[in-house]
RNA sequence: GCCCACAUAGCUCAGUAGGUAGAGCACACCCUUGGUAAGGGUGAGGUCACCGGUUCGAUCCCGGUUGUGGGCUCCA
């Protein structure tokens, strides 16, 4: 801590805040204060409301207050305008350490903050509620407060050590909201504000630039203006119908996941979707997962029934269904299977967190021996994916056990933990792949590989995971026949690396910003007759395209060629094939890049063999 | 689930100090047959999300419901 606040500015000394993130330390003291500015006008302006942990972020900082009353956005204004005038009094920023009980006398009308002295004291968390690692497991012997003008705040640091190295019109308020006191929704809650923050305007009107365009690449804008999917009232929250474009979305990608399975040896099965209450105590889910499923549906007999919320029970059915010997091993499974959760309503968000998904889903049942070289094939089917869609930008997580939760949120086995755990480290290394741990973030039958992806708007989420079963087959009594004779339980493996439709088409429809590469887009051309005398030829080339697999529509509606070609620009259709009177004489079509560029006239064959040619090997050039 | 905000035509949005609504785009029809991002005209479209309350009268005010959005939390 001293330490911190004795370095110099200096943007090339890196911060770590919130979990695994990092920030310039010159960044994060300007946030940082101007979260305490923003505590001091809140204070002023509203003496009711108590300042609990006020951090800075991604893009600003934030600052949690415990209010009667929400803020409005008006509000929000009179506090920016507040914050300004404290930022431009040059006011210092003042570092003491304070004993326990001057602490505790300071803060004694502040009930957060004196849980925060707790905590403190006992050594367990600082002010952001997140392991101290400076202090050990001993107690913090000194607590630290800043002062800046009237107000005074617990706080480690560090902080500027005046405002006027705050620019005053590089921030802005954004939003308010509530958030529960340590995120806790037991808890009391907090109205939270949020604040952008730079060194300078020009990287705040930078950011408010970028996150307009953002605004446009939102796939629940782009999936309703492309209609690629939309929600109804009446069919529910969370459950998205695909209209035609995302039909043929789902059906390009389905062939692309069939196509590489069977490559790599995988067997297709279907399973029901709806199945009697025991399957489900059997695996664990019920009551353990319950929360996440839709209620059962209670049959006259009384017998209970739920929609299944995974697939692997079935999967591990199909397993058991006959003795296995180690020769069927591996025994790969895949399956489309459609799965519903009862999502809170409040998680729903577009695509993206919904209550049916068709999950890219398989169970590899293998042998401990196998192991490696099973999981590293799922994880280079990771990256042979991640190739094709031209994501770069992703992070592996290796999710561990923590001991604490040894028989509650996990298998109560911490040998097997261990041991599992290193054989996912093992075979990561072994396959070069980079990865960082991270503790508690286990499933409850086994360890597992996150993959965050990140959507061109910078949205980041888990796309896929690629879990170790070492419990559940143990469950479901599956076994085979070893070598020696003996029965052996076999580990199983999850894995979905194209995660979910729903989720995977929302980040695509971010990712390509709409526009589709030619293999995966709805329309792939669109044919553009110049007069109504170039429909019949247009029809005729159109019939010839699709008959070589080319999705293809023909515009002969009554607009101008110019509006026909802003409609298919805007569709974000990859090719635009104009027909007039020289087209129609020599058998050709011109082509027309969504990118804008014209390709003048070229005979249809060449187009269409061009086209079939980069759709064959899904490239995301639209031309080459 | 919790806190806050929002809900007007297919879409984007105006509007009414409480007297049942309007534009642009899209759609239909007519004219125009035009060579690489919007030709012109005419017309049709709304129980102002739903259910109650206040009022002579509610799209507007109040309450509830549903949905959506921004967060908290969790996950594919």
Redesign the pocket.
């Known amino acids: 801590m001293n330490q911190l606040s004795a370095l110099k500015d200096d943007d090339e000394v890196m911060i770590a805040y919130g979990k695994g993130k990092r920030m310039p330390l010159a960044l994060y003291k300007v946030r940082h204060s101007l979260a305490h500015v923003m505590a001091q006008a809140v204070t002023e302006l509203f003496p009711q409301a108590k300042p609990t942990i006020g951090p800075p972020i991604e893009s600003g900082f934030y600052y949690d207050f415990y209010t009667p009353t929400?803020f409005t956005p008006q509000d929000l204004e009179r506090i920016e305008a507040r914050m300004r005038e404290i930022v431009n009094k040059h006011v210092d920023f003042v570092r003491r350490e304070v004993s326990e009980a001057e602490a505790r006398e300071l803060f004694k009308d502040n009930p957060f903050k004196l849980e925060l002295i707790d905590g403190l004291v006992r050594g367990a968390a600082d002010e952001m509620g997140e392991q101290t690692s400076a202090a050990g497991d001993g107690a913090a012997s000194v607590l630290t407060v800043y002062t800046q003008d009237t107000f005074t705040d617990l706080c480690r640091g560090p902080h500027v050590n005046n405002t006027r190295e705050i620019h005053p019109d590089a921030f802005k308020l954004v939003?308010s909201?509530?958030?529960?006191w340590r995120?806790?929704?037991k808890n009391p809650?907090l109205?939270?504000i949020y604040g952008l923050a730079f060194h300078t305007p020009e990287e705040l009107q930078h950011h408010l630039k970028m996150q307009e365009e953002a605004r446009k690449r939102d796939h629940?804008k782009l999936g309703?203006e492309l209609e690629i999917f939309m929600?109804d009232?009446e069919v529910?929250?969370?459950l998205p119908i695909w209209l035609p474009n995302g039909g043929v979305l789902i059906e390009q990608l389905e062939a692309l996941a069939k196509k590489m399975e069977e490559d790599a040896g995988y067997l297709r099965v279907r399973t029901p979707h709806v199945t009697k209450e025991a399957l489900f105590v059997r695996s664990g889910h019920l009551p353990y997962y319950a929360e996440s499923m839709f209620p059962p549906m209670t049959l006259d007999d009384g017998e209970r029934y739920y929609i299944k919320p995974m697939n692997c029970p079935f999967h591990h059915k199909i397993y058991a269904s006959k003795p296995r010997s180690y020769r069927d091993l591996p025994l790969r499974l895949a399956e489309y299977g459609t799965c519903y959760?009862f999502?809170?309503?409040?998680?729903?968000?577009?695509l993206m967190?919904?209550r049916s998904?068709q999950m890219n889903d398989a169970h590899i049942y293998c042998t401990e021996e196998q192991f490696e070289a099973e999981f590293l094939g799922v994880v280079n089917l990771y990256l042979k994916y991640f190739e094709i869609f031209g994501i770069e930008k992703y992070v592996m997580r290796l999710s561990l056990h923590a001991d604490a939760g040894l028989g509650k949120k996990y298998v109560d086995n911490r040998p097997l933990w261990l041991k599992t755990e290193e054989m996912v480290r093992r075979a990561m290394r072994q396959g070069n792949v980079p990865f960082y741990e991270a503790e508690d973030?286990a499933?409850f039958y086994g360890p597992k590989i996150?993959v965050q992806i990140y959507s061109a708007i910078g949205r980041e989420?888990?796309?896929?995971?690629n879990q170790v079963d070492f419990a559940v087959p143990a469950r479901f009594n599956l076994t085979y026949v070893d070598r020696d004779g003996q029965e052996k339980t076999p580990l199983c493996i999850h894995r979905?690396p194209l995660?979910?439709h729903?989720?995977f088409i929302g980040f695509l429809i971010e990712h390509f910003a709409g526009a589709f590469p030619p293999w995966l887009a709805p329309v792939q051309a669109v044919l553009i007759?110049?007069?109504?005398?170039h429909v019949e030829y247009c029809q005729r080339v159109a019939r010839q395209l699709r008959a070589e697999g080319m999705r293809v529509l023909v515009d002969d509606?009554?607009?101008?060629?110019?509006?026909k070609?802003?409609k298919a620009?805007?569709s974000k259709i990859p090719y635009?094939l104009?027909v007039?009177?020289?087209?129609v004489q020599s058998e050709a079509v011109?082509v027309?890049l969504r990118s804008?560029e014209?390709l003048?006239?070229q005979p249809v064959g060449e187009f269409a063999a061009r086209v079939k040619a980069l759709v064959a090997r899904y490239a995301l050039a639209l031309w080459e």
């Not at 007759?529 to 005398?533: E, G, N, Q, V, Y």
């Not at 509606?557 to 509006?563: A, H, I, K, L, V």
């Not at 007039?580 to 087209?583: F, P, S, Y």
């Open positions: 929400p939003q909201s509530s958030a529960y995120g806790d929704e809650v109205q939270r629940r309703a929600f009232d529910g929250p969370g959760r999502e809170q309503s409040g998680e729903l968000f577009g967190r919904v998904m973030e499933a996150d989420f888990t796309l896929a995971t979905a995660g979910t729903e989720r007759p110049i007069a109504d005398r509606g009554p607009e101008r060629m110019q509006n070609i802003r620009q805007l635009m104009v007039g009177d020289k087209e011109s027309r804008g014209d003048k006239s």
